[in-house]
């Protein structure tokens, strides 16, 4: 008798062999997408409305905190006119996303630099981690003189400095967390330090490094918006933030927020997107864990 | 007969310092020749250094004292040869390659074509009975079905010698007992030596053509023992009387050197001593 009769694969993978095997059915995908996205929606929508209701009834001021409605009336009041939420958002998501890619670059090719040379990871980790605990704040005014007060860059490198960690810290992790014994594999083939680093380090480290870039979007926006408040062009979220709060016009101050969540979102959305295409063999990406 | 050997150590020592003082002798004066063809087991209690043994023997462990031929080179060259197959405790599948492409990836290191890697994972695979599981990822295989990959893997480039350490360790009874089997089918048809770490008498006993017993602190050979029960084994052969002498003279070996320990009696470990003699 053939061993494999009795030897059946796994609990997960026999319990839904047409989810990951090859052949998935993309209607199973759509329906489990639409699982995944219904509850949080359902909690959003009835949020949303409570927000409404409880405010009314209360009869708290617009000014302590608007309603729903009146916030979205603020923002489609100043889409493009007034505090010009629009352009103001797409201008601060490209600092931010040009603070991601800058604080990225430089967090991977650190990592790389700390993996591949243990006396660099001694003399690296240690500042790094100490930079890391500098509140971000502190550098926003130096940021601002050394790049330039009015140019994007300045509030590129705040977010920069902020993504730069995470990056960092979690490739580095990735590259160097390899099971002992995969390296002994590999060491068993012969292969060259080159091959280990291409076929086990890096794929290793992918969602470790993805991991990082989720966290990253935020971060990035935190890093502009901070940026902007210290200063610098008025057609940015952090400005319209600052200055319609002390004029008291908070419905707007809150569209600005509301704006700036959004960008927040889409931007996770669009690096979890590419995490799936990527790295679509990772348990968290298959939804065995969450 | 010595141009025959696959594997020739003589006189190998291995001792670890740790610091300046503390020093662990894990390997003393160990003399083994392994024959071509041939299905050597390491047994022996926790620490008695067969791990390591078989880690100097693939040159992962670089020995302190003494010599390691392997086809009668050192076991650097061999190393670099790609004379080893290895099949560790954990199968060491990498999850972002599905199992066919994890069978490839010594091919992939040795440069091999595509085409030819393509062709020699599919027959690694029909030879472990994976033929139809080419395609699913390591997590959606069972251990056994797991460690079976992991042992095409390790035959994919044809390598002299296979070294397997507790490869079946982690499983089931039951399943390791199918899994002893296969091994035993796998290796009357490749004929590849085979070097096999366990802490399973009987595993040792129904797997072995010699079983080598080993003692801890330092680790040394206690004894080998001829295991010359008929083949092709079976499920019988499990049952059968030799076998069971066998089992019965393996773990008498290993009992009589856990009564080295200081508490033990005077004459147990001249027992020992004198059967150390005799192996």
């Known amino acids: 008798m053939s061993a494999a009769a009795g030897d059946m694969p796994s ?170 014994s995969a390296l002994e594999l590999l060491r068993s083939y012969a292969a060259t330090d080159s091959e280990i680093l291409r076929k086990v380090r890096v794929p290793n480290a992918l969602p470790y490094f993805f991991t990082a870039l989720k ?24 400005r319209i933030i600052v200055q319609s709060a002390s004029s008291l016009k908070f419905d707007a101050t809150w569209g600005a927020i509301v704006m700036a969540a959004i960008a927040g979102i889409v931007f996770y959305l669009i690096v979890a997107a590419v995490e799936r295409l990527v790295i679509p063999w990772h348990a968290s990406v298959r939804g065995d864990v969450s | 007969m010595m141009d025959q050997a696959v594997v020739n150590l003589s006189g190998v020592g291995k001792t670890f310092s740790r610091g300046e003082q503390e020093t662990i002798v894990a390997l003393e004066a160990i003399d083994l020749t392994i024959a071509q063809g041939e299905f050597v087991s390491l047994i022996g209690p926790s620490g008695c250094g067969k791990s390591t043994l078989l880690r100097v023997i693939g040159d992962l462990i670089h020995p302190t004292a003494g010599q390691v031929l392997v086809n009668g080179k050192p076991a650097s060259r061999a190393r670099l040869d790609r004379d080893y197959g290895m099949v560790f405790q954990a199968p060491v599948l990498f999850e972002w390659r599905n199992v066919t492409s994890n069978v490839e990836l010594p091919l992939e290191i040795l440069g091999r074509p595509r085409a030819e890697r393509k062709a020699r994972a599919k027959e690694m695979l029909e ?117 069971f002498e066998l089992v019965t003279e393996v773990r008498e070996t290993l009992r009589h050197r856990d009564g080295d320990a200081p508490s033990a009696g005077v004459a147990s470990a001249n027992r020992t001593m004198a059967e150390g003699v005799v192996g």
């Open chain 1, 11 to 180: 609990a997960a993978g026999a319990a839904a062999p047409g989810r990951r095997g090859p052949s998935r059915a993309l209607g199973g995908r759509a329906r489990r997408l639409a699982g995944d996205l219904l509850p949080p929606l359902v909690v959003f929508v009835v949020v949303i409305v409570g927000w409404e209701l409880v405010i009314g009834m209360l009869g708290i001021k617009s000014f302590i905190l608007p309603k729903p409605s009146e916030i979205l009336a603020a923002l489609q009041a100043n889409w493009d006119v007034g505090y010009s939420i629009w352009p103001s958002a797409q201008a601060t998501l490209i600092e931010a996303v040009g603070g991601f890619v800058i604080g990225t670059m430089a967090g991977v090719a650190v990592a790389f630099a700390s993996a591949r040379w243990l006396s660099a990871r001694n003399a690296l980790l240690p500042l790094a981690v100490a930079a890391g605990a500098i509140p971000i704040i502190a550098f926003a005014p130096l940021m601002n003189n050394w790049f330039g007060v009015l140019s994007p860059l300045s509030k590129m490198m705040m977010a920069a400095v902020l993504v730069f960690f995470p990056v960092m810290a979690n490739v580095t992790r990735g590259l160097t967390q390899v099971e002992p």
């Open chain 2, 127 to 243: 030879l472990v009975d994976l033929g139809a599981f080419g395609e699913y990822y390591p997590s959606q295989l069972s251990g056994g079905m797991q460690q079976r990959a992991a042992i095409a893997r390790a035959l994919a480039f044809e390598p002299a010698l296979l070294l397997m350490d507790e490869p079946f360790g982690a499983l089931d009874e039951m399943t390791r007992e199918r899994m002893n089997s296969e091994v035993l089918r796998i290796w009357e048809r490749t004929g590849t030596t085979i070097v096999f770490v366990t802490h399973s008498i009987p595993e040792a006993v129904f797997l072995s053509s010699r079983v080598v017993v080993m003692s801890a602190r330092p680790g040394r050979i206690t004894k080998v023992i001829d295991t010359d029960l008929p083949r092709p084994r079976s499920d019988e052969t499990r049952e059968s009387p030799r076998y």
């Open chain 1, 215 to 238: 966290l990253a979007t935020t971060l990035a926006l935190i890093g502009a918006i901070v940026g902007e408040y210290f200063g610098g062009v008025s057609l940015v979220l952090g």
